[in-house]
């Protein structure tokens, strides 16, 4: 992410390419929709309005409305008030068969794929489709899959291959293949590069301007301007529930833009990093990882220290972080505080001083139909139970600082953890492991589907916790955050550390190069 | 957050307001099974009037009390998203070890209960330590153990019959303090519930039934904890068992069969979620004495016994609905898809 660029800071906020929206033909209106949750207000009176053809970007922070806009059009929640036109229509939408009946299709953040099916039977199971219903023959299936994914230009997908069983990334492709497939006539895609690969971007990207040439309006959200720049020519700017403006993306700078997702200036997304490494070694390891695997890392952590873990996609480095907390069985020597010995549940890791935030904030974050306050309790239940009697003011006393330090936007500590926003929920589940007052915390992606200011905070967050002399293993898909936020990088390659990298200097193409060259190995 | 100023205090008062106001649709969710049961009361006692007495009620309180214990049980490891059939094999056993082992003395009484209670949580412990280790489906390893434990009591009393000492039937029907012993029974289980429904334990139950992923990320001792739940269930059981054996005055080694799903069926009227994540003992037993005066009230109203079965169903769906009414309405305010 690029944040300063001189050309755009030179423009002034009056210049900007605002589009008007008089004689422009719109065939996506929003009008002035609003949703209410309890007291929180999602939706202000947005307005908003797109064109067939074109890619059209929404961009705004964690919380500005863009998923409840979304789960507007695509009928998973009706909105309190304001009306929807669809290709000159008026339409309501009361269930999500509603808005696929009209058209809309949409590729969400949590994947909606059902686990137990094959990749195949996933392709066309759809409730709109009442020709798929009886009789499902498995070979006709297969090749239509197959068919389907060709035309599509999806790789290395199994047909037969349960969902439940596939990598994230596929996951994440073969629902964009699902929702294409229907020759949507709006298609959404919410955060849908959030878990690819940089060349699965280039491939959506494509796609997307595909769709968008036969006719369809596309949505495209993410949060990593470079790709929205790369595959919209316009876009909206959601803040506080309301739309601030579309604009046309060849005349504003990312500086801008950036400014009015925020209503403020940012200072900068990358703290200035000083290493706050000291002497004493926390935690080493030596050909370590999870007994499934091949290979085996060796790590040396020191205390106050942030150590990046880089590589291509799938280099074992999930594995990794597990093996490290002891939610999977491990090989190899590792010592903790100068202590041998493997973890062998997540409870021991804890005890140890061990945290993990992992890959997935629903389905193995947090438990999202409990409170923000029970989900902090959750990791600490020692400190906030006496003679094993939960004590409230404990509970809540914990939950009120976390809100405070990590600026979570939540209407109380009562509020469902669902009901948060994606960075608010990462944020809750980054508070949740601080609470266990771990001397080593294991980041898995966190800065994934998580807008540019909550990023930011992160970042400061992580940098104070190594000022606290807490060591830090970071594991990110962006070379970028690795080279800003980490001391050193440990760049990975079949389960083991090929090269690690001191942050001084290191360039993207460098740390490429490590993990290339890993991989000839 | 500071104080508001004087200027603020009315805007925040107002909110303070809604709050409040906005907790009311999930505190009434929280009250209906306790609603039906006082409207149940309520349409048996406008029939007959002599109903309510402290007498009476303690007649109620007796019929309904083992399927309450066997709730209370039910709950616990319904809220893990589990379920416990071997309830129905515990509760005979129980029954038949009351009618066979007991002796005409205070200490033989009191040694046995909490011996069989043992039994019933270690009965509890099986199913738990099976379904952790073989990593199986709780129905499948507690259908297995109910049989087991319907083949015991059967080895142990074919027939029903045996006999519960005098001295207990005795003490089971005094009154101590103006109240029959089924009522203190009552009161004390609730008292219990009330001190353990905010430990550590019932955190880490719910926790596992609301994602098991996520609270064994999270440092729960996923396989003790799942444990302790089914032992809770199998101790419920047997003490519920040990009840019906003192009302029927002998034991039967297949009593316990018609519990399993009226004990499920008295969970989800106290609103907790088959999928775990939730549920509370004291609303599940208010769902137990609902499915009893139902049938009281169909007696009542005086409809022929031929009809008892279909009318308890129209009580039972009728309460259903209230209580999915309300998880409804919650859900929807929630703003949840679907």
């Known amino acids: ?521 | 957050m500071s104080e508001p100023s004087s200027a603020t205090a009315p805007i925040v008062l107002g909110v303070r307001l809604r709050s409040v106001l906005g907790r009311i649709p999930s505190l009434g969710l929280k009250l209906t099974p306790y609603l039906l049961l006082v409207l149940l009361e309520l349409v048996y006692v406008s029939k007959q009037p002599d109903a309510f007495t402290r007498l009476a009620i303690g007649f109620t309180v007796a019929g309904g009390l083992c399927l309450a214990f066997a709730a209370a049980g039910q709950t616990i490891v319904i809220m893990t998203g589990g379920i416990d059939l071997s309830v129905g094999g515990v509760i005979s056993l129980a029954t038949v070890l009351a009618a066979t082992r007991y002796h005409n003395s205070s200490a033989s009484i009191l040694a046995w209960t909490v011996l069989i209670v043992l039994i019933g949580a270690g009965a509890g412990a099986l199913n738990g330590i099976l379904l952790v280790w073989l990593n199986l489906q709780p129905f499948i390893v507690t259908l297995a153990t109910w049989s087991f434990w319907s083949g015991v009591a059967f080895w142990i009393l074919p027939v029903e019959g045996g006999l519960i000492p005098q001295r207990l039937l005795d003490w089971v029907n005094t009154n101590p303090a103006g109240f029959a012993v089924p009522i203190w029974i009552l009161v004390v289980g609730l008292l219990l519930w009330m001190l353990v429904r905010r430990s550590a334990l019932m955190f880490r139950i719910r926790a596992i039934g609301s994602n098991r992923d996520s609270a064994y990320l999270s440092g729960v001792n996923v396989p003790l904890t799942l444990i302790t739940a089914y032992a809770i269930s199998g101790a419920c059981a047997a003490a519920g068992g040990v009840f019906l054996a003192t009302q029927i005055s002998s034991g039967s080694p297949n009593i316990g069969d018609d519990f399993i799903l009226q004990a499920v069926a008295a969970v989800v009227i106290g609103g907790a979620s088959l999928f775990g994540g939730n549920g509370s003992v004291a609303a599940s037993v208010a769902g137990a004495f609902v499915l009893t005066l139902a049938g009281s009230v169909v007696f009542a109203l005086g409809f022929s016994s031929q009809l008892e079965g279909v009318i308890r169903a129209l009580i039972l769906a009728a309460a259903i609905i209230a209580v999915s009414a309300g998880t409804l309405i919650k859900r929807r305010r929630q703003g949840r898809i679907a």
Request: charged fraction near 25%; proline fraction near 3%.
């Open chain 1, 1 to 521: 992410m690029h944040v300063e660029n001189p050309t755009a800071q030179q423009l002034a906020v009056g210049d900007f390419a605002s589009r008007t929206l008089e004689g422009q033909r719109s065939d996506l209106v929003v009008e002035a929709a609003v949703k209410r949750y309890g007291a929180t207000v999602a939706l202000d009176g947005a307005d908003f309005r797109a064109t067939s053809g074109e890619v059209h970007g929404l961009l705004g922070e964690n919380g500005a409305g863009k998923s409840t806009l979304i789960k507007i059009l695509s009928g998973a929640v009706s909105p309190d008030s304001g009306r929807i036109e669809l290709f000159g229509r008026e339409v309501r939408f009361r269930r999500p068969i509603d808005a696929q009946r009209a058209g809309v299709r949409t590729v969400f953040q949590e994947l909606s794929l059902v686990p137990d099916l094959t990749v195949a039977e996933n392709l066309v199971f759809s409730g709109t489709d009442a020709s798929t219903g009886l009789l499902r023959r498995p070979r006709r299936l297969r090749r239509h899959a197959v068919k389907v994914l060709d035309s599509l230009g999806v790789e290395g997908i199994d047909p037969d291959a349960l969902a439940g069983d596939l990598s994230l990334q596929q996951r994440q492709r073969l629902e964009i293949a699902k929702a294409v497939t229907a020759e949507p006539r709006v298609l959404i895609l919410d955060e849908a590069t959030s878990a690819l690969a940089a060349t699965e971007v280039a491939w959506l990207t494509q796609l997307a301007r595909d769709v968008a040439a036969q006719g369809a309006v596309v949505l495209f959200i993410s949060h990593r301007l470079p790709e929205v720049r790369a595959a919209c020519t316009c876009a909206t700017i959601l803040r506080n529930g309301s739309a601030v403006g579309t604009y046309d993306l060849g005349g504003i700078g990312d500086d801008l833009i950036i400014q009015q997702m925020l209503g403020r200036k940012m200072e900068r997304l990358f703290p200035d990093r000083e290493s706050q490494a000291r002497e004493r070694v926390v935690l080493e390891t030596r050909g370590f990882g999870p007994v499934s695997t091949s290979g085996g890392a060796d790590l040396v952590l020191h205390e106050g220290e942030i150590l990046g873990i880089g590589g291509l996609q799938g280099q074992g480095q999930a594995g990794l972080l597990l093996a490290l907390y002891g939610a999977v069985r491990a090989k190899g020597d590792i010592e903790v505080e100068g202590r041998p010995g493997r973890l062998h549940s997540p409870a021991q890791a804890l005890a140890a001083g061990v945290a993990l935030v992992p890959e997935d904030r629903g389905t193995q974050g947090l438990l999202l139909n409990k409170s923000l306050k029970e989900n902090i309790a959750l990791g600490i239940l020692q400190q906030v139970s006496r003679y094993g009697v939960m004590r409230r003011d404990a509970e809540a006393d914990v939950a009120r600082r976390a809100i405070a330090s990590l600026q979570i936007r939540a209407s109380s500590p009562r509020q469902l953890a669902g009901q948060l926003s994606g960075g608010n929920q990462q944020k809750v589940l980054l508070a949740k492991m601080m609470a266990t007052e771990a001397r080593v915390l294991l980041l898995h992606d966190p800065t994934r589907g998580v807008d540019i200011g909550t990023k930011a905070e992160i970042f400061q967050t992580m940098d104070e916790l190594s000022k606290r002399g807490i060591s830090i293993v970071f594991f990110s898909s962006d070379a970028e955050e690795l080279i800003h936020v980490c001391d050193r990088v440990a760049v990975m390659s079949h389960g083991s550390v090929v090269e690690t990298l001191e942050t001084a200097g290191l360039t993207e193409e460098r740390l490429l190069r490590a993990a290339v060259r890993g991989e000839g190995k």
